[in-house]
């Protein structure tokens, strides 16, 4: 669509906010759903947006906010017992080995997905697609 204003940002916050989160999550087992302020903080940032791609989580999202589309993809990669395990096989340094003897035991995790913006000059269509 012609004049629309597209922000394609990573979406992460300081680590002062991201990394409890991040942590918190781990030690729920994936039970604690963290950054469930990230698109309303992305829409602070670019108020004047019209689509706000962001990644980061990898969790799929896709909602308006304040007028705003907020989309974000997922991950091709995502943390669950089997890719756990296989990263533990490659010897990782001791820091994350611990983080992943915790991960490893995850019971709520994200499936993977790609999502996809088509734009036209009529309209926006974001659309998420499992893998």
């Given at each position: 669509?012609?004049g629309?204003?597209?922000?394609?940002?990573?979406?992460?916050?300081?680590?002062?906010i991201?990394?409890?989160?991040?942590?918190?999550?781990?030690?729920?087992?994936?039970?604690?759903?963290?950054?469930?302020a990230?698109?309303r903080s992305?829409?602070?940032?670019?108020?004047n947006?019209?689509?706000?791609?962001?990644?980061h989580t990898?969790?799929?999202h896709?909602?308006?906010?304040?007028?705003?589309?907020?989309f974000?993809?997922?991950?091709?990669?995502q943390?669950?017992?089997t890719?756990?395990?296989?990263?533990?096989?490659?010897?990782?340094g001791?820091f994350?080995?611990c983080?992943?003897?915790?991960?490893?035991?995850?019971r709520r995790?994200?499936?993977?997905s790609?999502?996809?913006?088509?734009?036209?000059?009529?309209?926006?269509?974001?659309r998420?697609?499992?893998?």
């Amino acid at each position: 669509m012609e004049g629309q204003r597209i922000v394609v940002v990573h979406g992460h916050r300081s680590r002062w906010i991201e990394e409890p989160q991040t942590l918190l999550w781990t030690l729920s087992l994936g039970y604690f759903r963290p950054h469930g302020a990230l698109p309303r903080s992305l829409r602070r940032r670019f108020p004047n947006a019209d689509v706000i791609v962001y990644g980061h989580t990898h969790r799929a999202h896709m909602r308006k906010v304040e007028g705003a589309l907020l989309f974000n993809p997922g991950g091709v990669h995502q943390w669950n017992p089997t890719t756990t395990k296989r990263r533990l096989a490659q010897r990782p340094g001791w820091f994350e080995w611990c983080w992943l003897q915790v991960a490893r035991h995850l019971r709520r995790y994200e499936a993977p997905s790609v999502g996809v913006l088509e734009i036209d000059q009529d309209r926006i269509l974001p659309r998420i697609i499992g893998l």
